[in-house]
């Protein structure tokens, strides 16, 4: 291995092993703030959006307190715990997507229901209930647990090559709508679209009569969502971008230095991924 290469695969580990530390530590804080916030302060307990918020702070808080950790254990220590069990092979992938799923969920309804709740027509505004809102969580997690299931079947423990999928065609699935589509993209639009809308409403909000605290609160929440709704899309744009790169190039083995350059910038895409559940909830 070269010396440019070692060079690049030393700043990779520093890079991942504290920066990945500092994203824990920082999402941990900022998301159970969010959650002793909304659930303590008295304006925000019969608030939807505000419950959508707290069901984004849970699944992120529980996917960075189970991701992160091992992750840097196999950065530091170079110690996959996914090679050690067959169980945990399967197990962790299944719980890492659906946590992931369960909060870009609740980004979109957050997103949906501002956009309904901030409107001037009263048919929509009505649409927008706590209900309605505990509805669409409990159910998204039912869906989304379903779904994540399906990885306890095809991730796959061989001795040779390691956890991963070897079916063909769920690998195939996995890599171009589970990963680009269900993960990124749709998630991205449906949620930048709607804050959007409910941006335009907010603006319009100082032109109706309605009482004061209520037009700060739709404010507030609006606020919240857009920068949520920013940060996700600043951040996952990156790893679908790495993604689709990575399944359009063949990397030549002997070549070390465009590996350790891989590497790199791997771990910056799966940082940049996580700060999405981290650095938003702590600011």
């Known amino acids: 291995m070269s010396s440019v290469a070692t060079i690049i695969l030393s700043v990779s580990q520093q890079f991942?092993?504290?920066?990945?530390?500092?994203?824990?530590?920082?999402?941990?804080?900022?998301?159970?703030?969010?959650?002793?916030v909304f659930t303590c302060v008295k304006i925000f307990r019969r608030n939807q959006c505000a419950f959508y918020l707290i069901a984004i702070a849970i699944s992120d808080c529980?996917?960075?307190?189970?991701?992160?950790?091992?992750?840097?254990?196999?950065?530091?220590?170079?110690?996959?715990?996914?090679?050690?069990?067959?169980?945990?092979?399967?197990?962790?992938?299944?719980?890492?997507?659906?946590?992931?799923?369960?909060?870009?969920?609740a980004?979109?309804?957050?997103?949906?229901?501002?956009?309904?709740?901030?409107?001037?027509?009263?048919?929509?505004?009505?649409?927008?209930?706590?209900?309605?809102?505990?509805?669409?969580?409990?159910?998204?997690?039912?869906?989304?647990?379903?779904?994540?299931?399906?990885?306890l079947v095809f991730f796959d423990l061989r001795p040779t090559a390691g956890c991963a999928i070897y079916n063909i065609?769920?690998?195939?699935?996995?890599?171009?709508?589970?990963?680009?589509?269900?993960?990124?993209?749709?998630?991205?639009?449906?949620?930048?679209?709607?804050?959007?809308?409910?941006?335009?409403?907010?603006?319009?909000?100082?032109?109706?009569?309605?009482?004061?605290v209520r037009r700060k609160l739709d404010k507030q929440l609006t606020a919240m969502v857009l920068a949520k709704v920013i940060f996700l899309v600043v951040t996952i744009l990156p790893s679908i971008i790495f993604r689709i790169y990575i399944l359009n190039v063949t990397v030549d083995p002997n070549d070390s230095v465009r590996i350790a350059i891989h590497q790199l910038i791997s771990n910056i895409a799966y940082a940049l991924f996580y700060i999405d559940s981290a650095v938003c909830n702590f600011y």
Not at 16 to 36: A, D, P, R, T, W
């Open 16 to 36: 991942g092993i504290y920066g990945y530390l500092l994203i824990l530590v920082s999402g941990l804080i900022g998301n159970i703030s969010i959650i002793l």
């Open 62 to 105: 529980t996917l960075l307190a189970i991701a992160l950790p091992f992750r840097v254990t196999e950065i530091a220590f170079n110690y996959d715990t996914t090679q050690a069990s067959l169980v945990w092979c399967k197990l962790r992938p299944m719980i890492n997507y659906t946590l992931a799923l369960i909060s870009f969920s």
């Open 107 to 151: 980004i979109c309804f957050a997103a949906i229901d501002q956009y309904l709740s901030t409107n001037y027509q009263v048919w929509l505004k009505q649409l927008s209930t706590l209900k309605l809102a505990h509805r669409l969580i409990y159910s998204s997690i039912i869906v989304w647990i379903v779904y994540g299931s399906v990885f």
């Open 169 to 212: 065609y769920f690998s195939r699935y996995y890599s171009f709508f589970h990963f680009i589509a269900l993960s990124g993209l749709i998630p991205i639009l449906v949620s930048s679209t709607f804050s959007s809308l409910a941006y335009l409403n907010v603006r319009r909000i100082i032109q109706r009569r309605m009482p004061i």
